[in-house]
């Protein structure tokens, strides 16, 4: 039922033919191997992605799929306040609707599935993985102790340049 990426397909790639899954639906669970997980993390500016593992439960519908995914990941970041490397897991269930009659105009904003047009007979399990990973990895990881990091170098760094300088004119006023 899935295959792995052609040659001119991105790194990491898991064609699934809709026309293929049972009536009942089916689960599929996607797994890079190591150089497509250097791939990804290359891709995403993530130092070291451990690992990443895709549930995937799929039904057919009228004119589409419905879509269940189990992401789960571990990758080792830079935090943005230490710059030591730190690990960030992700565990997230992400529900999903491909359909040929998708209409964009209709969607509503506070609907928590993700509605996606299907064109062709085909979806690509790998390429939604990378993607909802990159939407699931924190834009600046920060390690436990960040906070404390910056409450103690926060004055330090607010402090001006020119604060001593003020010092100094107040004490000959």
């Given at each position: 039922m899935t295959a792995p990426a052609p040659p001119d397909q991105p790194a990491f790639s898991r064609i699934v033919d809709l026309a293929a899954l049972p009536k009942e639906g089916a689960s599929i669970i996607v797994q890079p191997n190591d150089d497509e997980s250097k791939a990804i993390a290359k891709r995403l500016g993530i130092p070291v992605l451990r690992r990443l593992r895709g549930e995937f439960r799929l039904k057919p519908?009228?004119?589409g799929v419905d879509v269940s995914l189990l992401l789960d990941a571990d990758a080792e970041r830079t935090c943005v306040v230490t710059l030591e490397p730190m690990t960030e897991i992700i565990?997230?269930?992400i529900p999903m609707q491909?359909?040929?009659?998708?209409?964009?105009e209709e969607l509503d904003p506070d609907d928590p599935i993700m509605r996606e047009p299907l064109d062709g007979d085909a979806i690509d399990l790998g390429e939604i993985l990378v993607q909802h990973l990159s939407l699931s990895v924190a834009?600046?990881?920060r390690k436990a102790d960040a906070d404390q990091v910056l409450e103690k170098y926060c004055d330090a760094a607010s402090t001006s340049p020119f604060a001593g300088l003020k010092g100094l004119i107040d004490r000959e006023n």
């Open positions: 519908i009228g004119g565990r997230e269930e491909f359909a040929r009659d998708f209409d964009d834009p600046h990881p």
